[in-house]
């Protein structure tokens, strides 16, 4: 009966992770049509549960926000369960951190729409963020909202590897109990520290990426630099003689086009530095005798490869919205996948040493 309700709690977990994802992705939809203000009210949607017109933009950020909702009602449910679970307590903290994760982030989605439409809620907002602009405040709440997205799809992955079944118990429960030893088990722990700072750079190069990506994205930002792999032609952009025209229909100033050509500039080099990390990753993993974390380096290797041709093809199609979408999608799944490295190196620690041991 208990391995039977842990293989649904993870089920569930996994469920939530997936989701998440989609909700990235419909982010993305949303911003890449710019149906972010087709809605202009919130939560409710033109003063209605389900509006009665549901075509273009206002289908789309409709449609957002019923993922959004699906997703808020897992996390709450998957929350409840944790808390009456027989799991260790940092994991069910770990579901209450998700849950007011995701709510922040709704409420942040309702700002970056209200922050727009409704003259008091911009007042306010102005003075809380001390911006002089609704835009610029739209592009904060917008980017946070993205950042906090991110956070609940590291969580979501995180829970759904430590509540995987495991001898009639979670993994998370297993690795405060098991005992390791030996000098082999000694050694292999050791190179999995270290290994475990390499995971954690790599999250954070990740995660400031994606963070890179939203705001180029709220910017408009993307086709900024023309051309790839080069920019401007160059490998390195002269930003002291960046092609500007003065006479852009958008009204553009100097310093705010080499704001964004520095963001675009930015967001490919760390794209490269992802890359070489996730390479050096693969390499080291291939020493390890831990068949999880080999297949996520081959996991990681294959997403990166797409993501950066993918990223290319983004230039290349002029934000064609298919390509774009996906290439949010799997930059939220490198992510995910970054963390479920970091959590296999802490249950191999406590599960897999003792075993390679006993042999």
């Not at 002269?238 to 963001?263: Q, S």
């Not at 934000?319 to 995910?336: C, D, F, M, R, S």
Request: charged share 15%.
């Amino acid at each position: 009966m208990q391995q039977t309700f842990n293989e649904w709690l993870h089920r569930l977990a996994a469920l939530v992770s997936l989701v998440s994802v989609i909700l990235i992705a419909a982010g993305a939809l949303v911003t890449s049509t710019k149906s972010g203000d087709a809605i202009p009210d919130w939560p409710t949607s033109y003063g209605a549960l389900i509006p009665s017109y549901l075509a273009g933009g206002v289908l789309i950020e409709w449609a957002h926000r019923v993922v959004a909702g699906i997703l808020a009602l897992l996390v709450l449910v998957l929350t409840t369960i944790l808390a009456f679970s027989s799991v260790p307590r940092w994991l069910k903290w770990m579901g209450v951190i998700a849950l007011v994760a995701v709510i922040a982030q709704a409420v942040l989605g309702g700002l970056r729409v209200l922050v727009v439409s409704h003259e008091r809620v911009q007042e306010v907002a102005l003075t809380v963020t001390k911006v002089s602009h609704p835009d610029t405040a739209r592009i904060l709440f917008a980017v946070a909202h993205a950042t906090l997205a991110q956070i609940v799809l590291a969580l979501a992955f995180a829970i759904a590897l430590f509540t995987k079944p495991l001898k009639g118990k979670v993994l998370g429960a297993e690795c405060e109990v098991q005992e390791m030893g030996g000098r082999k088990g000694e050694t292999i722990l050791l190179r999995l520290n270290r290994f475990r700072y390499i995971i954690v750079a790599l999250i954070a190069l990740i995660f400031a990426q994606l963070i890179l990506g939203a705001v180029m994205r709220h910017m408009e930002a993307g086709l900024i630099i023309p051309d790839f792999p080069t920019s401007f032609g160059k490998i390195v952009p002269t930003f002291g003689n960046l092609p500007f025209d003065p006479n852009n229909p958008t009204r553009m100033t100097y310093n705010e086009f080499a704001f964004k050509v520095a963001i675009n500039f930015a967001h490919r080099v760390n794209g490269f530095v992802i890359a070489a990390v996730i390479f050096a990753l693969f390499w080291i993993v291939r020493s390890f005798p831990f068949v999880p974390l080999r297949r996520l380096g081959n996991w990681l290797v294959g997403l990166v490869i797409v993501q950066i041709a993918l990223g290319g093809l983004s230039v290349w199609t002029e934000l064609a919205v298919p390509v774009t979408i996906a290439h949010v999608a799997v930059g939220a799944t490198l992510l995910g996948l970054s963390v479920l490295l970091l959590c296999q190196t802490f249950a191999h620690s406590r599960l897999t040493l003792a075993k390679g041991d006993e042999r």
